[in-house]
T-cell receptor
Framework: GAVVSQHPSRVICKSGTSVKIECRSL??????MFWYRQFPKQSLMLMATSNEGSKATYEQGVEKDKFLINHASLTLSTLTVTSAHPEDSSFYICSARVLAGDRYEQYFGPGTRLTVT | GQNIDQPTEMTATEGAIVQINCTYQTSGFNGLFWYQQHAGEAPTFLSYNVLDGLEEKGRFSSFLSRSKGYSYLLLKELQMKDSASYLCAVMDSNYQLIWGAGTKLIIKP
């Protein structure tokens, strides 16, 4: 299957600072990438859908000014958590959608565990 | 609204077979996915069904009935490493994945 990488895998930051998370599709071009957040023992929550070259589409309740998404190329999307607070501590996972033949498949990065102190 | 239902938790014995069911109601259907997620890790792709029937891949098989809005994931010859959450997801008419809450599978020796 397709490979998606994510960096960093873990990050600890202080309240009020910003953190950037990178998501890369390594062996394919992804026109659409997704950012998810997952709190312990809860299901994946879609934060936003990112299309290359255009603005991200945010899910209801997700602050676009706080979670900045940039999808500048077909292989890279970034999520910046601005002015982070302890409640932003979570597992952030990116996913890339790829057209495989006549169907879409979706693959996940390994995730980034963010801890805000 | 859109809805995906799967059991919250299941327990099975090492070496046995377990079937995890998933029922769905979505706006449109472009395939059903099963993912495995170990604690603290991201989901990994297991299977994809878009046509009715059974897809077999090693110890794992996935079945789909579109008319019934129903799928199951069948795991054979269970191993301890199969202890994980299993997520059912349906791709809707907008090609967005709608997620179930996941089934936590506990394997006992």
């Amino acid at each position: 299957g397709a490979v998606v990488s994510q960096h960093p895998s873990r990050v600890i930051c202080k309240s009020g600072t910003s953190v950037k998370i990178e998501c890369r599709s390594l062996d394919f071009q992804a026109t659409t990438m997704f950012w998810y957040r997952q709190f312990p023992k809860q299901s994946l929550m879609l934060m936003a859908t990112s299309n290359e070259g255009s603005k991200a589409t945010y899910e209801q309740g997700v602050e676009k000014d706080k979670f900045l998404i940039n999808h500048a190329s077909l292989t890279l999307s970034t999520l910046t958590v601005t002015s982070a607070h302890p409640e932003d501590s979570s597992f952030y996972i990116c996913s890339a959608r790829v057209l495989a033949g006549d169907r879409y498949e979706q693959y996940f990065g390994p995730g980034t565990r963010l801890t805000v102190t | 609204g859109q809805n995906i239902d799967q059991p919250t938790e299941m327990t099975a014995t090492e070496g046995a077979i377990v079937q995890i069911n998933c029922t769905y109601q979505t706006s449109g259907f472009n395939g059903l996915f099963w993912y495995q997620q170990h604690a603290g890790e991201a989901p990994t792709f297991l299977s994809y069904n878009v046509l009715d029937g059974l897809e077999e891949k090693g110890r794992f098989s996935s079945f789909l009935s579109r008319s019934k809005g129903y799928s199951y994931l069948l795991l054979k010859e269970l191993q301890m490493k199969d202890s994980a959450s299993y997520l059912c997801a349906v791709m809707d008419s907008n090609y967005q994945l709608i997620w179930g809450a996941g089934t936590k599978l506990i394997i006992k020796p």
